[in-house]
């Protein structure tokens, strides 16, 4: 198969699946499937981009089966995740508040916001392309790779279990989850969803002779960019100012947004005024 075309195959499919997810979230009134139908059908087009022969390819490269095997387990983890939390009825709010917002409009502005949400999805399945690297043999940084997406999908499980946790408890009602990994980052989800992206540029090794592998950077370069200034941290934090006021405005303060910097390290980081 050419490249050309299993890019356009990807990418008229990620389109088909949003449009679907756009259709089940009017259908339903939970926009919580719109995420679980993205993690679910993103992973599957990054698992398809490491196994699919292309043009030219001689062999089958060891890599591709890593790559579509850490794809898949990111997906299933997420995906996963989304779908306990939308069975439960939980909407997500930043959708909510979206939908508000653009009023009798909304159908149609979110119908074209899902479809860039499957130009994004494609680019991440790039991302896993551009890793699979030809090389003979295993290096380190493929190590390097799987030790770096493990724990970002560890990291990410514990963040999400201490939420969980913490929201479980009555007495918490009210208040702003500063817990664990949350007491170090006021969104360590998405660090560690960012984090993960960076075991493909690694696997890719593009200073080892595969210089078409630094694509691989699209995936950590366009994640840092949706969770920290578009769709991720923004409008969290918007909701949660909007939902908890005062409380979340003092944990703004005392709290980074994205880096995990302990407490101790931020207040001798920070020059006294």
Same mark, same amino acid.
């Given at each position: 198969m050419s490249l050309v075309l299993l890019i356009l195959l990807l990418g008229v499919a990620l389109c088909v699946l949003m449009a679907g997810a756009w259709l089940v979230a009017t259908r339903t009134g939970n926009c919580g499937w719109v995420d679980t139908i993205w993690s679910a059908s993103t992973g599957a087009a990054a698992v398809v981009a490491a196994l699919a022969p292309i043009e030219g390819q001689v062999g089958f490269w060891p890599r591709q089966l890593l790559l579509a095997v850490l794809a898949g387990?990111?997906?299933?983890?997420?995906a996963g995740h989304i779908l306990q939390r939308t069975l439960a009825g939980h909407d997500d =709010? @930043?959708?909510?508040?979206?939908?508000?917002?653009?009023?009798?409009?909304?159908p149609r502005r979110m119908f074209q916001f899902l479809q860039s949400q499957a130009i994004a999805g494609l680019f991440?399945?790039?991302c896993v392309m551009a890793a699979r690297n030809p090389?003979?043999?295993?290096?380190?940084?493929?190590?390097?790779?799987?030790?770096v997406l493990a724990i970002a999908v560890l990291g990410e499980g514990?963040?999400?279990?201490?939420?969980?946790?913490?929201?479980?408890? =009555? @007495?918490?009602?009210g208040r702003v989850c500063d817990v664990g990994l949350w007491g170090v980052s006021r969104h360590p989800n998405y660090f560690f969803e960012w984090l993960g992206w960076w075991a493909y540029p690694l696997i890719a090794a593009p200073w080892a002779g595969h210089p078409w592998g630094l694509l691989a950077l699209l995936g950590p370069a366009m994640m840092y960019w949706v969770l920290v200034h578009a769709s991720g941290?923004?409008?969290?934090?918007?909701?949660?100012?909007?939902s908890r006021g005062a409380a979340f405005a003092a944990y703004q303060a005392r709290v980074n947004a994205f880096w995990p910097i302990p407490r101790a390290i931020k207040r001798f980081a920070t020059p006294a005024e």
């Open positions: 387990l990111w997906s299933a983890r997420l =709010p @930043r959708y909510a508040h979206l939908k508000r917002e653009w009023g009798a409009d909304a991440l399945a790039l090389s003979q043999g295993w290096m380190l940084s493929d190590v390097a790779g799987v030790v514990v963040a999400d279990r201490q939420l969980a946790r913490f929201r479980a408890d =009555p @007495r918490n009602k941290i923004p409008p969290t934090e918007a909701h949660m100012l909007r």
